[in-house]
């Protein structure tokens, strides 16, 4: 959660946050064009290459039963196409990264504070602490998770849950590569596609980490709950119809957290009714991980929200240029959303003939293809996935360039 404070000086952005340090729960967070595209415009790429040693490789989609390939696609082709690699890096490494950077930006953070509310309803909204602290502040930034305080106090009445599961673990990239059976597996990002189930497994791109995230019906996960110890006989047997070679994976497993895939539902405005407070990231529009697009969108939103600001002549201007913010972001956003939750499904058909169709369609267009592109930039929102833009659309997106293209026309 962020306030921003405005003396005669430079703006000063602080971060509150409730755990006593920095902590990482999850496994490996895909950094694809987009987001690289705005780590470059503030010129803290190269630093991000210092950690991203290998980019993500071959992205292979299986049959869960047999191991059979449906699709394969070098991700290394990104680099021709969209002019950036793909990488999957452990969220300790990114997450680290990007607090190191704002650091540098002299970003104050204060951790161990939970937020029990916000207040604004006067010139200046403020943050109230558990603790009964307040805070005051030109603009409040709810960049708290799906379980966000700030949309609870905007939309008290929106509760977040599912019967999607998923099992998370990452175990020694050197233990899989060391095993004859699951070798083959290292230099892969694989989604194994089974009827209601699906693990996506792969290396990181920093450490020697092999994430797992096995997703599952049922109710092993406790929505809001991320750091729920996960029980391997039960994570086992579920999976037990998985081909050998990930099966032996999960027996190299020894820990694992469970938890709910739970998605926010479309909100009526990522804006407080005051105008001085506004949601972004799973807080404004947590999405299911199956594109692997929700740590891109919190990134592209906090990008376009800064170029917003930007535009704010002072403190009382911010109620004035929020609104484009969200009219710029909001549309894109949702559809990822709506997006990914369908390829959740898609890749977790039942075991027949749509599936057959589905593996038929996947062996001919893989995913995230982009030969027909020709580098211009995709302005307007696709009607859906299936549009022949929609890929190029996610990948190829500036966010810098966009939002101020936009914010000329939306502010002029």
């Not at 309803?121 to 602290?133: F, M, Q």
């Not at 997703?215 to 029980?231: E, F, I, Q, V």
């Not at 893989?366 to 027909?372: G, N, Q, V």
Request: aromatic share 8%; proline share 5%.
């Amino acid at each position: 959660m962020t306030t921003k404070q405005e003396k005669r000086t430079d703006p000063i952005s602080k971060v509150v946050e409730a755990a006593p340090s920095l902590q990482v729960v999850g496994d490996g967070i895909a950094v694809a064009a987009s987001s690289q595209r705005v780590l470059k415009h503030y010129g803290i790429l190269n630093n991000f290459y210092s950690r991203a040693l290998k980019d993500m490789g071959v992205m292979q989609h299986r049959r869960y039963s047999t191991g059979e390939i449906v699709s394969a696609r070098d991700m290394s082709s990104h680099i021709q196409q969209y002019g950036y690699a793909s990488f999957i890096l452990s969220r300790r490494g990114y997450l680290r990264f990007l607090f190191e950077e704002a650091e540098k930006r002299s970003v104050q953070f204060q951790f161990g504070t939970p937020a029990e509310t916000v207040e604004d309803n006067s010139t200046r909204p403020v943050l109230i602490l558990k603790n009964g602290d307040r805070i005051q502040a030109d603009i409040i930034v709810g960049a708290d998770g799906v379980k966000s305080v700030v949309r609870k106090f905007m939309y008290p009445d929106i509760n977040v849950s599912s019967d999607q599961n998923c099992y998370r673990a990452s175990i020694s990239l050197s233990k899989v590569l060391d095993d004859p059976q699951t070798a083959p597996l290292g230099s892969s990002l694989d989604f194994w596609m089974g009827p209601q189930h699906l693990v996506i497994a792969g290396p990181s791109s920093d450490e020697d980490q092999y994430s797992i995230a096995l997703y599952h019906p049922g109710d092993t996960g406790t929505a809001r709950d991320w750091k729920k110890p996960g029980d391997l006989v039960h994570m086992r047997d579920t999976f037990k119809d998985f081909a050998p070679p990930m099966r032996k994976v999960l027996d190299i497993v020894d820990s694992a957290v469970v938890w709910k895939v739970v998605e926010v539902p479309p909100l009526p405005s990522w804006v407080s009714k005051g105008g001085k407070v506004v949601i972004i990231g799973d807080a404004a529009h947590g999405m299911t991980p199956y594109q692997g697009q929700g740590a891109a969108m919190g990134v592209e939103d906090g990008a376009a929200l800064a170029e917003t600001l930007e535009r704010a002549t002072s403190a009382a201007d911010i109620k004035r240029v929020l609104p484009a913010f969200e009219k710029i972001r909001k549309p894109r956003a949702e559809l990822i959303a709506s997006a990914s939750a369908m390829l959740g499904k898609m890749w977790q058909m039942s075991d027949g003939e749509a599936q057959q169709q589905r593996d038929e369609r996947m062996k001919a267009m893989p995913i995230w293809d982009a030969k027909s592109w020709d580098g211009s930039h995709v302005d307007d929102v696709p009607g859906s996935m299936r549009d022949p833009t929609y890929q190029t659309w996610v990948m190829g997106h500036d966010t810098a360039g966009f939002t101020n293209r936009q914010l000329d026309k939306l502010l002029a």
